[in-house]
């Protein structure tokens, strides 16, 4: 394993995987822990954020369309486009704030195709 270079995958008996073992001179990873830790003190956190909220709303509107619901307006790119702040937990509840919203709006219409007996009333 680590005289050979191989990596280790470690699983349960199931198969779901637990750990991974890597040799001790691959410290790739510890230039990507800095590059991340680097990235969340400056704007890039900010980006990398609206991003994956963008990301997650946009899949949201894929499914509704599949099933005939109403989609998020698009006004939602707008709002987190606008979102400026150098406050760091501002930003984080504003983003939260849009996503949550957007996301109780989601759940009630993927849950409204739900037969009415065995409908979830939250997720």
Do not use: C
């Not at 005289?3 to 198969?15: A, E, K, P, S």
Request: glycine content about 4%; cysteine-free; proline content about 3%.
């Amino acid at each position: 394993m680590g005289f050979w270079d191989i990596d280790t995958l470690v699983l349960t008996q199931r198969g779901r995987p637990v750990a991974m073992l890597k040799s001790l001179d691959d410290d790739s990873h510890v230039q990507t822990r800095v590059a991340q830790y680097q990235a969340s003190l400056d704007e890039r956190a900010f980006e990398i954020a609206k991003h994956i909220v963008m990301a997650k709303l946009d899949g949201q509107n894929i499914v509704l369309r599949k099933y005939g619901l109403e989609p998020h307006l698009d006004n939602f790119r707008e709002k987190i486009e606008r979102t400026e702040t150098k406050n760091l937990e501002l930003f984080r509840r504003r983003m939260t704030g849009i996503e949550g919203k957007h996301t109780q709006r989601y759940y009630q219409q993927i849950f409204s195709l739900f037969p009415e007996k065995i409908r979830p009333e939250t997720r």
